[in-house]
Each structure stands twice: as C-alpha cells, then as structure tokens.
C-alpha cells in the first residue's frame, strides 16, 4: 500500500507544481507567449499526465 501513496503523492506533487509554474508572475515576464498558447499547453500537459497513468496502471497490472 505504501508504494501506491508514494506515487500517487509524487504525481499529485508534480501536478500542482507544473500549474504553479504555469501561472507564476515570473514564467509571464520571462516567456509572454505562454499567455497565448494557454489551450496548446494544457492539452499537451493533460496528454503527458493521461500517458504517466497509463503507464502507471499497467505496471500495478503486471506487478500485483
């Protein structure tokens, strides 16, 4: 059971600090084309979480 907290905290961890990121006053003075590519991005984010728990689920399959 523990292994299943450690991931699962690592990845809801990874989530809110890439949204952080995201929104953070710095990332909009540093790169001002994030504002306008907004869809692009979170489509591509919510792709690459989607394909991590995938992932995730068929290594529980094969390892349990």
Same mark, same amino acid.
């Given at each position: 059971m523990l292994p299943y907290v450690i991931v699962i905290s690592i990845v809801l961890i990874g989530g809110i600090a890439t949204v952080m990121v995201? @929104?953070?006053q710095e990332n909009k003075k540093s790169?001002?084309?994030y504002e306008r590519?907004?869809?692009a991005n979170i489509v591509r984010l919510v792709i690459m979480?989607?394909?991590a @728990?995938?992932?995730f689920g068929a290594i529980w399959i094969v390892y349990n």
């Open positions: 995201g @929104l953070s790169n001002p084309k590519k907004t869809k979480y989607t394909l @728990l995938f992932v």
